[in-house]
């Protein structure tokens, strides 16, 4: 068990540019997550797959981002147009949901990707 | 919806103490777990503690436990013998039963140990 792993893990962009992160999850790991964390502040949920199906998108999601899993192992975030507000860390979290297990819920963190969008 | 309040920015613990970082939330809903996540500086998080809400049982991670206390929405995370190691910015979040799994997080509170 290598943990989760995501790629890269600082980028540097200018404004206008599109930008893609991969996150790897733990193997076996049914669900994943992103969130993005500014500085000084908890993370916030962006969207969450269960296998290849993206089943939940919060409101901070705009357009200009977009997630995919296509075969329910690794993931892309993509920004598109960036903004100097979109710099932040992005986060990426699995977890293994199975029925009846508290244990299920608990969520793994990756070291996070940092973008500066100059 | 669902709040978490962390209202200590900073705290400060001589090696080998004890510390309790405070944690509240708001909810309406009678399913849900709470967490504590550990975030060392420019490391990742790691889950130090959960606590399903249907549990009486203050959950207990060897030198780290919590103070739940389900009616006035209060979950307390209290670090025994402090290591210098311990030192990071510590997260509460709330996760509920029903949902599909997003993590309601505070703003943190920065731990820092003295020697």
């Known amino acids: 068990d290598t943990g989760v792993s995501q790629d890269p893990r600082h980028k540097i962009t200018k404004r206008g540019q599109n930008v893609t992160f991969r996150c790897d999850p733990i193997s076996e790991h049914n669900r994943l997550y992103w969130y993005r964390q500014t500085l000084g502040q908890g993370p916030e949920f962006l969207t969450y797959?269960?296998?290849?199906?993206?089943?939940?998108k919060s409101r901070l999601l705009s357009d200009r981002f977009s997630a995919e899993r296509p075969k329910g192992s690794f993931s892309t975030l993509e920004i598109q147009r960036t903004e100097q507000g979109d710099s932040a860390m992005y986060l990426c979290?699995?977890?293994?949901?199975?029925?009846?297990?508290?244990?299920?819920?608990?969520?793994?963190f990756g070291p996070g990707t940092r973008l500066t969008v100059t | 919806a669902q709040t978490v309040t962390q209202s200590q920015p900073e705290m400060s613990v001589q090696e080998a103490e004890t510390v309790t970082l405070s944690c509240t939330y708001d909810?309406?809903?009678?399913?849900?777990?709470l967490f504590w996540y550990k975030q060392p500086p420019s490391r990742q998080m790691i889950l130090v503690i959960r606590?399903?809400?249907?549990?009486?049982q203050n959950a207990t991670e060897n030198r780290f436990s919590v103070n739940f206390q389900k009616a006035a929405k209060s979950f307390s995370l209290k670090i025994s013998d402090s290591q210098l190691g311990d030192a990071a910015m510590y997260f509460c979040a709330y996760l509920s039963g029903g949902s599909q799994g997003n993590l309601i997080f505070g703003k943190g509170t920065k731990l820092s140990v003295k020697p």
């Open positions: 606590q399903e809400a249907y549990k009486q």
């Open positions: 909810t309406s809903e009678s399913d849900y777990y």
């Open positions: 979290a699995s977890s293994l949901r199975a029925l009846g297990s508290p244990s299920s819920y608990e969520q793994y």
């Open positions: 797959f269960q296998n290849e199906a993206q089943l939940e």
